[in-house]
Protein backbone atom coordinates (compact mmCIF):
# COMPACT_ATOMS: atom_id res chain seq x y z
CA UNK A 1 0.00 0.00 0.00
CA UNK A 2 1.27 3.67 -0.72
CA UNK A 3 2.11 5.95 1.88
CA UNK A 4 -0.53 8.49 2.12
CA UNK A 5 2.16 11.15 3.32
CA UNK A 6 5.01 11.01 6.51
CA UNK A 7 4.38 12.70 9.25
CA UNK A 8 6.98 13.46 12.16
CA UNK A 9 5.51 13.21 15.65
CA UNK A 10 6.50 15.10 18.32
CA UNK A 11 6.07 12.94 21.74
CA UNK A 12 5.56 10.23 19.51
CA UNK A 13 6.27 7.71 22.62
CA UNK A 14 4.58 9.40 25.20
CA UNK A 15 0.84 8.64 26.57
CA UNK A 16 -1.16 9.75 23.16
CA UNK A 17 1.58 10.19 21.49
CA UNK A 18 2.24 6.73 20.86
CA UNK A 19 -1.53 5.80 20.81
CA UNK A 20 -1.84 7.84 17.31
CA UNK A 21 1.46 6.43 15.86
CA UNK A 22 -0.31 2.93 15.98
CA UNK A 23 -3.84 4.80 14.58
CA UNK A 24 -0.95 6.82 11.71
CA UNK A 25 0.45 3.23 11.10
CA UNK A 26 -2.92 1.10 10.87
CA UNK A 27 -3.99 3.93 7.94
CA UNK A 28 -0.43 3.51 6.08
CA UNK A 29 0.77 7.12 7.12
CA UNK A 30 4.48 6.81 7.43
CA UNK A 31 5.83 8.01 10.44
CA UNK A 32 8.73 9.88 12.06
CA UNK A 33 8.83 10.17 15.92
CA UNK A 34 11.10 12.72 17.54
CA UNK A 35 10.72 12.37 21.30
CA UNK A 36 13.59 13.59 23.91
CA UNK A 37 12.38 10.85 26.30
CA UNK A 38 11.86 12.77 29.61
CA UNK A 39 8.63 11.35 30.08
CA UNK A 40 8.55 8.03 27.66
CA UNK A 41 10.74 5.17 26.93
CA UNK A 42 11.91 4.17 24.07
CA UNK A 43 10.94 0.44 24.13
CA UNK A 44 7.25 1.48 23.58
CA UNK A 45 8.67 1.52 19.73
CA UNK A 46 9.00 -1.98 19.85
CA UNK A 47 5.57 -2.25 21.03
CA UNK A 48 4.27 -0.13 18.20
CA UNK A 49 5.82 -2.38 15.82
CA UNK A 50 3.96 -5.99 17.52
CA UNK A 51 0.87 -4.02 17.24
CA UNK A 52 1.38 -2.46 13.81
CA UNK A 53 4.31 -4.60 12.14
CA UNK A 54 5.95 -1.48 11.51
CA UNK A 55 8.79 0.16 13.98
CA UNK A 56 8.25 3.62 12.94
CA UNK A 57 11.77 6.11 12.85
CA UNK A 58 12.73 7.63 15.57
CA UNK A 59 15.44 10.66 16.66
CA UNK A 60 15.97 11.62 20.20
CA UNK A 61 16.15 15.14 20.18
CA UNK A 62 14.84 18.22 21.78
CA UNK A 63 12.82 20.51 20.27
CA UNK A 64 14.31 23.29 22.41
CA UNK A 65 17.99 22.94 20.71
CA UNK A 66 16.92 24.30 17.47
CA UNK A 67 19.96 23.57 15.77
CA UNK A 68 19.39 19.35 16.59
CA UNK A 69 15.58 19.93 14.82
CA UNK A 70 17.20 22.37 11.94
CA UNK A 71 19.63 18.69 11.10
CA UNK A 72 16.68 17.13 11.71
CA UNK A 73 14.36 18.48 8.84
CA UNK A 74 17.19 18.93 6.70
CA UNK A 75 17.92 14.97 6.26
CA UNK A 76 14.01 14.21 6.65
CA UNK A 77 12.62 16.18 3.76
CA UNK A 78 9.67 13.68 2.76
CA UNK A 79 8.16 15.31 6.41
CA UNK A 80 4.81 17.02 4.90
CA UNK A 81 2.91 17.02 8.55
CA UNK A 82 3.69 17.47 11.90
CA UNK A 83 1.66 16.33 14.46
CA UNK A 84 3.39 18.31 17.73
CA UNK A 85 2.50 16.32 21.30
CA UNK A 86 5.98 17.09 23.05
CA UNK A 87 5.46 18.98 26.21
CA UNK A 88 5.58 18.84 29.98
CA UNK A 89 2.19 18.40 31.10
CA UNK A 90 1.54 18.07 34.91
CA UNK A 91 -0.86 21.18 35.83
CA UNK A 92 0.87 20.84 39.86
CA UNK A 93 4.86 20.85 38.84
CA UNK A 94 3.96 23.47 36.57
CA UNK A 95 2.78 26.16 39.41
CA UNK A 96 6.04 25.19 41.24
CA UNK A 97 8.20 25.41 38.03
CA UNK A 98 6.50 28.16 35.76
CA UNK A 99 9.80 28.77 34.08
CA UNK A 100 10.51 25.13 33.50
CA UNK A 101 7.08 24.52 31.85
CA UNK A 102 7.16 28.14 29.78
CA UNK A 103 10.61 27.57 28.07
CA UNK A 104 9.78 24.03 27.31
CA UNK A 105 6.65 23.86 26.20
CA UNK A 106 6.91 27.40 24.14
CA UNK A 107 10.51 27.11 22.91
CA UNK A 108 9.50 24.39 21.25
CA UNK A 109 6.80 25.34 19.44
CA UNK A 110 8.62 28.56 17.87
CA UNK A 111 11.37 25.98 16.92
CA UNK A 112 8.83 23.68 15.29
CA UNK A 113 7.16 26.66 13.62
CA UNK A 114 10.41 28.27 12.62
CA UNK A 115 11.89 24.92 11.23
CA UNK A 116 8.44 24.07 9.66
CA UNK A 117 8.81 27.38 7.59
CA UNK A 118 11.87 26.50 6.48
CA UNK A 119 11.84 23.45 5.49
CA UNK A 120 8.51 23.98 3.76
CA UNK A 121 6.56 22.17 5.60
CA UNK A 122 2.83 22.83 5.60
CA UNK A 123 0.82 21.27 8.21
CA UNK A 124 0.60 21.13 11.89
CA UNK A 125 -1.72 19.27 14.16
CA UNK A 126 -1.17 21.00 18.05
CA UNK A 127 -1.71 19.04 21.61
CA UNK A 128 -4.48 21.30 23.19
CA UNK A 129 -6.40 21.29 26.09
CA UNK A 130 -9.80 21.64 27.44
CA UNK A 131 -8.23 23.46 30.24
CA UNK A 132 -8.01 26.96 27.74
CA UNK A 133 -12.27 27.26 28.79
CA UNK A 134 -11.57 26.94 32.66
CA UNK A 135 -14.91 26.61 34.58
CA UNK A 136 -17.09 27.34 31.17
CA UNK A 137 -20.26 29.42 31.44
CA UNK A 138 -22.13 27.21 29.44
CA UNK A 139 -22.09 23.02 29.69
CA UNK A 140 -21.53 21.14 27.52
CA UNK A 141 -18.81 23.41 26.36
CA UNK A 142 -18.66 24.14 22.76
CA UNK A 143 -15.72 25.57 20.55
CA UNK A 144 -17.58 29.18 20.63
CA UNK A 145 -16.85 29.88 24.64
CA UNK A 146 -14.09 32.24 25.20
CA UNK A 147 -10.89 31.44 26.41
CA UNK A 148 -10.69 31.84 30.07
CA UNK A 149 -8.08 33.15 32.41
CA UNK A 150 -5.22 30.68 32.76
CA UNK A 151 -5.49 27.58 35.57
CA UNK A 152 -1.91 27.26 35.91
CA UNK A 153 1.23 27.86 33.89
CA UNK A 154 0.52 24.40 32.25
CA UNK A 155 -2.68 25.72 30.61
CA UNK A 156 -1.58 28.79 29.78
CA UNK A 157 1.10 27.56 27.64
CA UNK A 158 -1.40 25.50 26.16
CA UNK A 159 -3.64 28.60 25.47
CA UNK A 160 -0.48 30.49 24.22
CA UNK A 161 0.49 27.82 22.04
CA UNK A 162 -2.43 28.07 20.17
CA UNK A 163 -1.62 31.85 19.69
CA UNK A 164 1.43 31.46 18.63
CA UNK A 165 0.17 29.03 16.16
CA UNK A 166 -2.60 31.10 14.75
CA UNK A 167 -1.00 34.35 14.65
CA UNK A 168 2.02 32.65 12.78
CA UNK A 169 -0.72 31.35 10.10
CA UNK A 170 -2.60 34.73 10.12
CA UNK A 171 0.91 36.29 9.51
CA UNK A 172 0.79 34.95 6.01
CA UNK A 173 2.99 31.92 6.57
CA UNK A 174 2.37 28.95 4.49
CA UNK A 175 1.14 26.42 7.41
CA UNK A 176 -2.27 25.36 7.84
CA UNK A 177 -2.90 24.06 11.52
CA UNK A 178 -5.53 22.43 14.00
CA UNK A 179 -5.60 22.55 17.73
CA UNK A 180 -7.27 19.32 19.47
CA UNK A 181 -8.69 20.78 22.43
CA UNK A 182 -8.66 17.07 24.59
CA UNK A 183 -11.00 16.63 27.74
CA UNK A 184 -9.37 13.75 30.09
CA UNK A 185 -8.03 11.24 27.73
CA UNK A 186 -8.27 7.97 29.59
CA UNK A 187 -7.63 4.24 28.99
CA UNK A 188 -5.20 2.11 26.92
CA UNK A 189 -5.15 0.69 23.48
CA UNK A 190 -7.03 -2.92 23.57
CA UNK A 191 -3.51 -4.56 23.14
CA UNK A 192 -2.52 -3.95 26.55
CA UNK A 193 0.39 -3.16 25.00
CA UNK A 194 0.80 0.62 25.18
CA UNK A 195 -0.96 2.62 27.83
CA UNK A 196 -0.16 5.20 30.35
CA UNK A 197 3.02 4.76 32.44
CA UNK A 198 2.98 7.64 34.89
CA UNK A 199 6.48 8.63 36.57
CA UNK A 200 6.14 8.63 40.54
CA UNK A 201 2.72 9.14 41.82
CA UNK A 202 0.25 9.97 39.20
CA UNK A 203 -1.73 13.00 39.13
CA UNK A 204 -4.13 11.57 37.53
CA UNK A 205 -7.68 10.42 38.52
CA UNK A 206 -7.47 6.89 36.05
CA UNK A 207 -3.50 6.08 37.17
CA UNK A 208 -4.15 6.55 40.72
CA UNK A 209 -7.34 3.90 40.46
CA UNK A 210 -5.66 1.06 38.42
CA UNK A 211 -2.18 1.22 40.76
CA UNK A 212 -4.78 1.29 43.92
CA UNK A 213 -6.24 -1.26 42.43
CA UNK A 214 -3.44 -3.30 41.99
CA UNK A 215 -1.79 -2.39 45.56
CA UNK A 216 0.90 -0.20 44.56
CA UNK A 217 -1.08 2.70 46.42
CA UNK A 218 -2.75 2.02 49.39
CA UNK A 219 -5.93 4.24 48.91
CA UNK A 220 -7.20 6.63 46.58
CA UNK A 221 -7.99 10.20 47.63
CA UNK A 222 -11.31 11.46 45.98
CA UNK A 223 -10.55 15.44 46.20
CA UNK A 224 -13.91 17.15 47.50
CA UNK A 225 -17.55 16.02 47.86
CA UNK A 226 -19.01 19.40 48.22
CA UNK A 227 -18.93 20.64 44.39
CA UNK A 228 -22.27 21.53 43.09
CA UNK A 229 -23.14 17.77 41.07
CA UNK A 230 -25.53 15.26 41.59
CA UNK A 231 -22.70 13.20 43.94
CA UNK A 232 -20.92 15.82 44.94
CA UNK A 233 -17.70 15.19 42.97
CA UNK A 234 -16.26 17.09 40.09
CA UNK A 235 -17.45 16.14 36.55
CA UNK A 236 -15.50 15.28 33.45
CA UNK A 237 -15.46 13.92 29.99
CA UNK A 238 -13.37 11.03 30.00
CA UNK A 239 -12.36 10.01 26.33
CA UNK A 240 -10.90 6.54 25.32
CA UNK A 241 -7.50 7.51 24.26
CA UNK A 242 -7.38 5.15 21.13
CA UNK A 243 -10.58 7.46 19.93
CA UNK A 244 -8.53 10.45 20.27
CA UNK A 245 -6.05 9.28 18.44
CA UNK A 246 -7.83 8.59 15.45
CA UNK A 247 -9.36 12.33 15.66
CA UNK A 248 -5.84 12.55 14.98
CA UNK A 249 -6.11 10.96 12.18
CA UNK A 250 -8.97 12.57 10.98
CA UNK A 251 -7.22 16.23 11.35
CA UNK A 252 -4.01 15.44 9.34
CA UNK A 253 -6.39 13.82 6.93
CA UNK A 254 -8.65 17.20 6.37
CA UNK A 255 -5.16 19.03 6.18
CA UNK A 256 -3.61 16.90 3.19
CA UNK A 257 -6.77 17.00 1.64
CA UNK A 258 -7.37 20.42 1.82
CA UNK A 259 -11.18 20.14 3.74
CA UNK A 260 -10.20 22.48 6.21
CA UNK A 261 -12.54 25.74 6.08
CA UNK A 262 -9.54 28.25 7.38
CA UNK A 263 -5.94 27.85 7.83
CA UNK A 264 -6.45 27.76 11.74
CA UNK A 265 -8.96 25.84 13.12
CA UNK A 266 -9.50 24.37 16.58
CA UNK A 267 -12.20 21.39 17.78
CA UNK A 268 -13.38 19.68 21.25
CA UNK A 269 -12.25 16.62 21.44
CA UNK A 270 -14.32 14.55 24.04
CA UNK A 271 -17.88 12.17 23.99
CA UNK A 272 -19.92 14.83 24.84
CA UNK A 273 -21.23 12.96 28.17
CA UNK A 274 -19.49 14.20 31.80
CA UNK A 275 -19.12 11.61 34.60
CA UNK A 276 -18.52 12.49 38.24
CA UNK A 277 -15.48 11.31 39.98
CA UNK A 278 -17.67 8.34 42.20
CA UNK A 279 -19.16 7.36 38.60
CA UNK A 280 -15.68 6.42 37.48
CA UNK A 281 -14.66 4.70 40.55
CA UNK A 282 -18.12 2.61 40.76
CA UNK A 283 -17.38 2.48 36.84
CA UNK A 284 -14.29 0.77 37.09
CA UNK A 285 -15.36 -1.66 39.90
CA UNK A 286 -18.27 -3.11 37.74
CA UNK A 287 -15.97 -3.56 34.75
CA UNK A 288 -13.14 -5.00 36.33
CA UNK A 289 -14.39 -6.84 39.54
CA UNK A 290 -11.96 -4.93 41.75
CA UNK A 291 -13.05 -3.34 44.69
CA UNK A 292 -11.68 0.23 45.23
CA UNK A 293 -10.23 1.61 48.20
CA UNK A 294 -10.38 5.15 48.05
CA UNK A 295 -11.60 7.78 50.64
CA UNK A 296 -13.19 11.30 50.70
CA UNK A 297 -10.91 14.25 51.56
CA UNK A 298 -10.45 18.05 50.62
CA UNK A 299 -10.77 19.41 47.62
CA UNK A 300 -7.51 19.91 44.84
CA UNK A 301 -6.41 23.39 44.16
CA UNK A 302 -7.12 24.32 40.65
CA UNK A 303 -9.55 22.03 39.93
CA UNK A 304 -12.94 23.02 38.00
CA UNK A 305 -16.21 21.70 39.30
CA UNK A 306 -17.87 20.08 35.90
CA UNK A 307 -16.56 20.39 32.28
CA UNK A 308 -17.55 18.19 30.01
CA UNK A 309 -17.76 18.71 25.56
CA UNK A 310 -20.09 19.73 23.27
CA UNK A 311 -18.40 17.35 20.16
CA UNK A 312 -21.16 18.48 17.47
CA UNK A 313 -18.69 20.28 15.59
CA UNK A 314 -15.85 18.00 15.94
CA UNK A 315 -18.04 14.88 15.00
CA UNK A 316 -19.38 17.16 11.62
CA UNK A 317 -16.41 18.59 10.38
CA UNK A 318 -14.12 15.78 11.41
CA UNK A 319 -16.83 12.91 10.52
CA UNK A 320 -14.92 11.71 13.49
CA UNK A 321 -17.00 10.66 16.95
CA UNK A 322 -16.22 8.75 20.15
CA UNK A 323 -17.01 5.51 20.33
CA UNK A 324 -15.84 3.37 23.11
CA UNK A 325 -18.23 3.30 26.59
CA UNK A 326 -16.68 4.04 29.94
CA UNK A 327 -16.66 0.59 31.51
CA UNK A 328 -14.69 -0.28 27.99
CA UNK A 329 -12.10 2.15 28.36
CA UNK A 330 -11.48 1.86 32.42
CA UNK A 331 -10.96 -2.38 31.73
CA UNK A 332 -9.02 -1.47 29.24
CA UNK A 333 -7.09 1.05 31.64
CA UNK A 334 -7.19 -2.10 33.97
CA UNK A 335 -5.57 -4.81 31.41
CA UNK A 336 -2.49 -2.58 30.73
CA UNK A 337 -1.51 -1.88 34.70
CA UNK A 338 -1.43 -5.74 34.81
CA UNK A 339 -0.14 -6.36 31.30
CA UNK A 340 3.00 -3.60 32.51
CA UNK A 341 3.60 -4.67 35.95
CA UNK A 342 3.68 -8.36 35.22
CA UNK A 343 6.89 -7.62 32.63
CA UNK A 344 8.36 -4.29 35.30
N1 LIG B 1 -9.01 13.21 41.24
C1 LIG B 1 -9.16 12.64 42.49
N2 LIG B 1 -8.13 11.95 43.01
C2 LIG B 1 -6.94 11.79 42.36
C3 LIG B 1 -6.78 12.37 41.09
C4 LIG B 1 -7.84 13.08 40.57
O1 LIG B 1 -10.22 12.77 43.11
O2 LIG B 1 -6.04 11.16 42.91
C5 LIG B 1 -10.13 13.95 40.66
C6 LIG B 1 -9.81 15.40 40.41
O3 LIG B 1 -10.04 16.16 41.57
C7 LIG B 1 -10.75 15.73 39.27
C8 LIG B 1 -10.86 14.41 38.50
O4 LIG B 1 -10.42 13.40 39.40
O5 LIG B 1 -12.01 16.02 39.79
C9 LIG B 1 -10.00 14.37 37.27
O6 LIG B 1 -8.68 14.72 37.63
P1 LIG B 1 -7.43 14.48 36.66
O7 LIG B 1 -6.22 14.95 37.40
O8 LIG B 1 -7.43 13.11 36.14
O9 LIG B 1 -7.76 15.42 35.44
P2 LIG B 1 -8.01 17.01 35.40
O10 LIG B 1 -9.40 17.18 34.91
O11 LIG B 1 -7.64 17.68 36.65
O12 LIG B 1 -6.90 17.43 34.36
C10 LIG B 1 -7.00 17.08 33.04
C11 LIG B 1 -5.61 16.97 32.40
C12 LIG B 1 -4.95 18.31 32.34
C13 LIG B 1 -5.85 19.33 31.76
C14 LIG B 1 -7.17 19.34 32.46
C15 LIG B 1 -8.12 20.27 31.79
O13 LIG B 1 -4.81 16.08 33.14
O14 LIG B 1 -3.82 18.16 31.51
O15 LIG B 1 -7.75 18.05 32.41
O16 LIG B 1 -9.28 20.40 32.51
F1 LIG B 1 -5.31 20.56 31.88
Known sequence: MNSKGKILV?????????????????????????????NSDEGVLDKIREITGVKPEFCQLDLCDKDDLQEFFAKNRDID????????????????????????????????????????????????SCTVYGQPDQLPVDETAPVKEPLSPYGNTKQTNERVIQYTIEAGNPIKGI????????????SAKIGEIPRGVPNNLVPYITQTAIGIRDELKVFGNDYNTPDGTPIRD?????????????????????????????????TGRGNT?????????????????????????????????????????????????????LRSAWEFEKAYRDKN
Not at 243 to 263: C, E, G, P, S
Request: include cysteine.
Open 81 to 128: SVIHFAAYKAVGESTKKPLKYYRNNLVSTINLLECMIDHKVTNIVFSS
Open 10 to 38: TGGTGYIGSHTVVELLNENYEVAIVDNLS
Open 238 to 270: YINVVDLAKAHVAAIARLIDNKNKTAYEYFNLG
Open 179 to 190: SLRYFNPIGAHP
Open 277 to 329: VLEVIHAFERATGKKLNYKIVGRRPGDVEQVYADTSYANKELGWKAEKTLEET
